[in-house]
């Protein structure tokens, strides 16, 4: 990590430098194109070498913490270790060269890789039909919530527009639920982190459309009532919605549709290991039980059996009627889905089951030596998942260390933040998810890092409170970005 | 085992600490009925080096064909820098920006992303992406919907000459919420908006209107008129852009009188390849007054407690993890990577470059249209002026010719007749810079031929 100031790329810009070996020779004739139409101002871009490019981003990308040279013990966003086969080998000319609506004569290959990782995540989830289409967790959300509207909606059940959701749930679930129209019934969770069975009573009827859950939950323990909860919305006319943040956890060990879910979406940039890139791509694939098969978006890979070799196509509204449609021009993020193909295939069937084992051995194992350092944990009576909360409800009553404290004190040991305040129902938790990826030996590294700052608050608080203190800045006054809002370079001043 | 690190000393130790005896027992909780024993369905693992065989015959499989193909995803060339700098394992495998002291690299460049984006759209202020130019035709319709607090219709007008993808993306995305979207027609002689079809809309509430430029076909659209007209009617302006044209075209901020006021677009021609259609990233751009209403992450310039400049995602109020179910939108990953590739790429090309390679692509396309129509049988469909991309009809069903250009390795166009039938046998053609003279010859003797044939038969 670097930690000078890296300059704004306009303020290498020079009028009439470029790099120039990029550029098509000449200039197009473009006099057919109507001056009334034309541009009349040059855009803000930058004019630098190739070289100054090369350099700038460089270093820019020297600022970041990444998981090729950090740790990230980052709760709900299984942040584990991207094969590099994975990028390489999605990213062969002929798939980057593909146009989306080539004919699929020449999209065999391709469409065989996508076809087989459909099946492939049939298998692991249990569910009867898979789109990959969705391009983010959030968008499977939305298609799954959609699906189940859809449902309701052919079978002339029109009341339906109420989706349950437990107060630990993701933001992403309520949002979702309102953006297909649906209204939000949160409800609560007992003291040992499962669904308030009561509560979950009280609120389904005639107007349930379903309910999303996260299995394990957002709270780090699997929901054991999963059962009696299907039985319940089933029995209300409600369809079972799993939110796939936590899939990892229990990958080869138990199947969502083996616990009654209906639909599901995946983070195949979680669970299948596609890369993070900073924010996106993900890919969102979804997967349905029977009855929500017809309703699957478009467009999806299908096989016809032919006399010499299968051929590959594409299902589209001809096939799927009842689709709840495209979502979005093609087929969603393709070479993220090759990269979860690819990935998959080297796991294969064994190393499948032991993603699940390792990355609850890790879970268990950090959260057992946290405990011994003194730290709280949120569930203390359950077994964590993949993932468990500490809570410092204790350190910022008796010490003032926040949650927030911690987590910038860990940056400067080298290690990316936990989830903090996540879930909200939690005081001032940690959210830690080490993933199967992580030796024991980083464990110990980070435990150790975790014991040194629970000392320092004790010690020399404002060690801790002032913290990062190695970082290429300091904490940031966000009350000033929101409020003088600086949102484009506009020159030096 | 892939990717696990655990030596059986590890795991003996591990479970000593935890208090258990086996891996198997830390997997109790879960009810016994529930549990799966193994995953016949998945077939064995394979090594890289088998992984790599196999995924290389796929793609060899696949092949390279010269292609002529457009709507939507377009092939330029593709500076190494870009994926060299954006696989860069501090790009490639960060997490989302939440904790700015450890993003500052990803932080700024979103912020001169979001510079370069606002900039070439003539707005005020970007998000830092959005999925792809279909879902941000669905974002910008129900972004308007909040934006515009006087119109209550939530009808957006979207002319049939948008990326029919585009449509279907809006329609299933933001339909659930209550958004009409209704259709104009377009002009057959010029390929452009139908004036009368949109005159029949005055004294209406209608919240927006979406105008793309250039439109599917590649025709320009009068959009000065088109924004004034919809400004004078009350409604707001979701303008559809290329961004490549952009270095030559007028930006959607200087539209009218008035200018666009959402912009939306996808990025892809900014150094992402076409990749089977994604990822791609969609661009939003608009008006600071509805920075509140946009979707999606905004990196925004500030200091640190010792007064140092830094970057840090800002506005956070708008979005669900804050708001959950009050939020602007679901989104939350977005396309954080392509966006990365975009700036890399928009900072070799500059101004200068970028002009070029628009000028150089619509030359490009208007030589190939001029040797297609020197075909016996070609014309072209529309007169208006275009950019880039064009339609031109057949006298006999498209469908054949292509499959017969197919097996001489070029993708000729895509056949328009399941989106716009009414066109008879027509075909939407692009070249960019990506091709050349000796390119498109090949490609009009193939046609020429295969056309003779077919007409002599």
């Known amino acids: 990590m670097i930690h000078g100031r890296e300059q704004v790329i306009f303020e290498y810009s020079r009028p009439g430098r470029g790099a120039f070996g990029q550029w098509p020779g000449g200039e197009g004739d473009v006099g057919d194109i109507p001056e009334a139409l034309r541009r009349r101002s040059r855009p803000l871009l930058p004019e630098v070498s190739e070289l100054e490019a090369v350099r700038h981003f460089t270093r820019l990308s020297q600022l970041n913490f990444s998981i090729d040279t950090h740790f990230y013990p980052l709760g709900s966003c299984t942040m584990k270790y991207n094969p590099k086969a994975c990028n390489q080998y999605a990213m062969l000319p002929e798939f980057l060269g593909r146009h989306p609506l080539a004919p699929e004569s020449q999209g065999q290959g391709f469409l065989a890789c996508m076809f087989e990782l459909q099946e492939m995540l049939k298998e692991v989830t249990g569910m009867r039909g898979i789109s990959l289409t969705p391009m983010a967790g959030a968008q499977g959300e939305f298609a799954g919530v959609a699906m189940i509207r859809a449902y309701h909606r052919a079978r002339g059940d029109l009341a339906r527009n109420e989706i349950i959701v437990p107060e630990a749930a993701h933001g992403t679930n309520p949002a979702t639920a309102t953006m297909c129209g649906c209204v939000v019934r949160e409800i609560p969770v007992d003291a040992e982190g499962d669904v308030d069975l009561e509560a979950l009573e009280a609120v389904v009827g005639p107007n349930t459309a379903g309910i999303m859950l996260t299995n394990p939950s957002t709270l780090g323990v699997f929901e054991r009532k999963i059962e009696a909860v299907a039985r319940i919305v089933h029995g209300a006319g409600g369809l079972l919605y799993y939110d796939g943040a936590n899939l990892n956890a229990i990958l080869g060990k138990v199947r969502p549709g083996d616990m009654g879910f209906d639909v599901i979406h995946m983070n195949l940039h979680k669970t299948f290991s596609t890369p993070h890139g900073g924010g996106g791509p993900g890919a969102g694939a979804v997967g349905v039980g029977e009855r929500l098969l017809p309703f699957l978006p478009i467009p999806i890979v299908g096989r016809d059996a032919g006399r010499e070799a299968a051929v590959y196509r594409w299902l589209t509204e001809r096939d799927l009627p009842q689709s709840i449609g495209r979502l979005s021009a093609f087929m969603g993020n393709a070479g993220v889905l090759l990269r979860a193909y690819v990935y998959m295939r080297m796991l294969g069937r064994d190393g499948m089951s032991r993603v699940g084992e390792y990355a609850t051995l890790n879970a268990n194992y950090v959260l057992a030596r946290l405990r011994e350092l003194g730290y709280e944990i949120a569930y203390p009576s359950r077994r964590a998942s993949h993932e468990f909360i500490v809570t410092l409800r204790r350190e910022a009553r008796e010490l003032d260390i926040s949650a927030m404290d911690v987590a910038k004190r860990l940056l400067d040991y080298g290690f990316h933040a936990p989830t903090t305040y996540f879930p909200l129902l939690v005081p001032e938790c940690l959210l830690i998810e080490p993933t199967e990826t992580e030796s024991k030996q980083t464990l110990d590294r980070f435990v150790a890092a975790m014991a040194a700052i629970l000392e320092e608050a004790r010690q020399q608080p404002d060690m801790v409170k002032s913290a990062p203190h190695t970082m290429p800045v300091r904490r940031l006054d966000d009350v000033r970005a929101a409020k003088q809002l600086d949102l484009t370079w506009k020159g030096t001043a | ?457």
């Open chain 2, 1 to 457: 085992m892939p990717f696990i690190p655990h030596t059986p000393e590890d795991v003996a130790e591990m479970l000593a600490t935890i208090g258990a005896k086996s891996i198997d027992e830390l997997f109790e909780e879960i009810p016994a009925s529930l549990r799966v024993r193994g995953l016949p369905g998945i077939p064995e693992a394979l090594s890289e080096m088998e992984i790599g065989r196999l995924m290389s015959d796929r793609a060899r499989q696949d092949g390279r064909p010269l292609c002529f193909l457009g709507a939507g995803a377009y092939e330029h060339h593709i500076p190494s820098a870009v994926w060299a700098l954006t696989t860069r394992g501090e790009f490639y495998s960060a997490y989302t920006p939440y904790q700015a002291e450890a993003s500052q690299g990803t932080l700024q460049l979103i912020y001169e992303y979001q510079t370069m984006i606002a900039s070439l759209t003539g707005m005020q202020v970007s998000n830092a992406s959005l999925y792809d130019g279909g879902s941000a035709v669905a974002e910008a319709a129900l972004m308007a919907a909040r934006a515009h607090r006087r119109s209550k219709s939530m009808r957006v007008l979207v002319p049939r000459s948008v990326h029919p993808f585009y449509r279907k993306a809006a329609v299933a995305t933001a339909g659930n919420q209550g958004m009409r979207f209704e259709e104009l027609g377009y002009e057959r002689e010029t390929g452009k908006v139908d004036r009368a079809a949109l005159a029949a809309f005055a004294g209406e509430d209608v919240t927006a209107l979406v105008i793309q430029q250039p439109n599917f076909f590649g025709t320009l659209e009068d959009v000065d008129d088109l924004t004034d007209w919809a400004h004078a009617h009350g409604a707001l302006v979701i303008a559809v852009v290329n961004p490549t044209s952009l270095a030559l075209l007028k930006p959607p901020g200087e539209w009218g009188t008035q200018g666009a006021d959402i912009v939306v677009g996808d990025g892809q021609p900014l150094g992402v390849p076409l990749s089977s259609g994604g990822p791609y990233f969609g661009f939003m751009t608009t008006r600071m007054e509805y920075v509140r209403s946009m979707p999606g992450r905004i990196v925004g310039r500030t200091v640190d407690a010792g007064g140092k400049e830094g970057f840090t995602l800002t506005l956070q109020a708008r979005e669900q993890h804050i708001r959950r179910g009050k939020a602007t939108s679901n989104i939350c990953t977005n396309q954080g990577l392509l966006m990365t590739a975009a700036t890399i790429y928009l900072s070799l090309m500059g101004p200068t470059g970028l002009a070029r390679v628009a000028s150089v692509s619509h030359q490009r396309t208007q030589e190939l249209v001029s040797a297609l129509t020197r075909i016996k049988g070609v014309r072209a469909a529309f007169s208006a002026p275009r950019f880039h991309e064009a339609v031109v009809q057949f006298d006999r069903p498209v469908a054949p010719v292509l499959r017969e250009l197919e097996q001489q390795g070029v993708l000729g166009g895509l056949d328009l007749a399941d989106h716009y039938p009414e066109l008879g046998p027509a075909l939407l053609v692009c070249a960019t810079e990506t091709k050349t003279s000796a390119d498109i010859e090949r490609y009009a003797a193939l046609l020429g031929e295969t056309l003779r044939r077919a007409q002599a038969a």
